[in-house]
């Protein structure tokens, strides 16, 4: 089992008997790029930890629009709190976009920690907090240019490895705008 995820348990109080009890039920898993993990009004029946690869996680419209969540790569929970807390179906799909290797737990679990009030679930839910605030932040108090340089400057290893189009829907912007700032910024150069 990988040590990135007991590492990372132990880190957050887990004990060996704890650890050992999510290793046995902990399956691996290998996807290709451009797998579903869990469909947009699907309930999920897992939550995953990213050992490697990058999964996304998006909005699709009737109108066929898709508006991007998140991005989780190594060392990432995968979890829809939101189904979870309301126990009802994912408003979002989740799919690889890379080759990926990940761990798959039952929901199941999840009910477990917090019914106990486990440290893991209240750091995974710390977590999650944070990063919508942060992001509602990035969103509302950045211009495109501004957002698309945080990007750059926090995501470095992200920058390569995803394309314009996918970086242009985390940003909320199209690609064309994307093209555009690329195009100023290499003007300025």
């Known amino acids: 089992m990988s040590t990135l995820f007991t590492a990372q348990l132990a880190q957050h109080g887990f004990n060996t ?6 290793i046995s ?4 898993l290998q996807l290709p790029a451009r797998h579903i993990l869990v469909n947009q ?38 979890i829809g709190f939101e189904g ?13 976009l890379t080759p990926t290797n990940l761990l798959c737990l039952p929901i199941a679990s999840l009910y477990q920690w917090r019914d106990q009030s486990h440290p893991l679930y209240i750091k995974l839910l710390e977590t999650q907090l944070m990063y919508k605030e942060n992001k509602e932040r990035f969103m509302l108090l950045h211009t495109p240019e501004e957002r698309n340089e945080i ?18 829907a985390y940003l909320g912007i199209t690609h064309i705008s994307l093209s555009r700032i690329k195009s100023r910024i290499k003007e300025k150069s």
């Open 17 to 22: 008997a704890d650890i050992d009890a999510l």
């Open 25 to 28: 039920i902990a399956k691996p």
């Open 41 to 78: 009004e699907e309930v999920a029946d897992s939550l995953y930890f990213v050992l490697d690869g990058i999964c996304h996680a998006c909005y699709l419209t009737e109108q066929g629009k898709q508006f991007s969540k998140e991005f989780y790569w190594e060392q990432d929970w995968i």
């Open 84 to 96: 979870l807390i309301r126990k009802q179906a994912s408003p979002y799909l989740v799919e690889t």
């Open 151 to 168: 990007f750059c400057r926090n995501y470095p290893h992200l920058r390569e490895r995803l394309s314009d189009y996918q970086i242009a």
